[in-house]
């Protein structure tokens, strides 16, 4: 098993709570102008798509008396999007779509003095799994063991991800180490839609994609799952197998959630959050996107903010470790 330096570093399992807090009163406050729907990432990735597609549910079903305008804000990672969030405190029109970016930008830019325990804890919405996705035309990769001799063959390898030092390449620096001599390059993109494409159009060799950035290439099969960074094997994936089960001892799923405002304003948005979370529309969004977990809002909320605060500090840790190392 190859599983000691996380289990050293304390990433073995990450706990997902359960328990759904009593919904909030509905408050006097409502918006009179358009809300904002600010997504830390570029147009197409997975907290995009939900962003857009909670737009639309409000419009539907008149959870809003206002228009939800959808802003993408990937710029440095999702740090434009935080510091926007930061300087415009008093602006109860104001929400923030996250993704793990909430978690790691603070912890790599502490110069930008943000503290997200300090935001309005809005809803938590899902969690989303990610997988390893290879191009469906290499019939020579079906495994993880595929996979490594891949990388050990190939003069280069690519793997495109969101960001820098955030979540996507926070994994391939993992799955860098438990590979043997060759490493993956790591190629930083705006979103996960801009990533989904490159591995569909084979212009990079693999991505660790959320499942709702690829269906449609992977429903159009032109990608394909290899394992799943979880510990059980996903519904919609019954046939792949989780890296759990193939030694690399790490559960790690992507916040879908909302931050924002406080007061009445932030009662008013939790309660409409709260619906959205039971409409059978998102329901339905969720079971085929493979989100788990339940509806989160206020100070359970919050705790799991710290909670994914000291495990991100952790991984961060971890990965510079293994860029110093050379694994």
Do not use: C
Not at 54 to 63: D, E, R, S, V
Not at 183 to 210: I, P
């Amino acid at each position: 098993m190859r599983t000691s330096l996380l289990a050293a570093a304390g990433l073995a399992a990450l706990a997902v709570t359960t328990l759904a807090p009593a919904a909030p009163a509905w408050a006097d406050w409502a918006p009179t102008k358009p809300v904002e729907f600010v997504v830390m990432a570029g147009p197409g990735g997975g907290a995009d798509k939900i962003a857009r597609f909670i737009a639309g549910l409000a419009q539907k079903h008149n959870l809003f008396p206002v228009e939800a305008k959808v802003v993408n804000m990937p710029a440095h990672s999702g740090s434009d999007a935080l510091s926007h969030l930061k300087n415009n405190s008093g602006n109860d029109h104001l929400l923030i779509f996250t993704l793990n970016s909430f978690f790691t930008v603070p912890l790599i830019r502490p110069d930008l003095g943000i503290d997200i325990v300090s935001f309005t804890p809005i809803a938590r919405l899902g969690l989303d799994p990610f997988l390893l996705w290879v191009h469906m035309d290499r019939t020579d990769i079906n495994s993880i063991s595929d996979f490594e001799i891949a990388v050990e063959k190939a003069d280069n390898w690519t793997m495109a991800g969101t960001g820098s030092m955030q979540e996507d390449e926070l994994l391939t620096i993992l799955l860098n180490s438990f590979l043997t001599s060759k490493k993956m390059k790591y190629q930083a993109q705006g979103g996960g839609g801009d990533v989904a494409r490159l591995l569909a159009e084979r212009k990079v060799q693999s991505t660790v994609n959320n499942p709702g950035e690829i269906h449609a290439y992977h429903m159009a099969r032109r990608v394909k799952p290899l394992a799943a960074f979880t510990k059980d094997r996903l519904p919609q994936y019954a046939d792949t197998p989780t890296f759990w089960e193939l030694g690399l001892e790490i559960e790690y799923l992507m916040q879908r959630g909302v931050a924002g405002m406080s007061g009445d304003a932030a009662q008013y948005y939790s309660a409409v959050f709260e619906k959205v979370f039971k409409l059978p529309e998102w329901q339905k969004y969720r079971e085929g996107s493979g989100l788990v977990g339940d509806f989160l809002t206020g100070a359970p909320l919050r705790e799991y903010w710290r909670a994914q605060l000291e495990l991100h500090g952790r991984m961060l840790e971890v990965a510079r470790a293994l860029r110093k190392d050379g694994r």
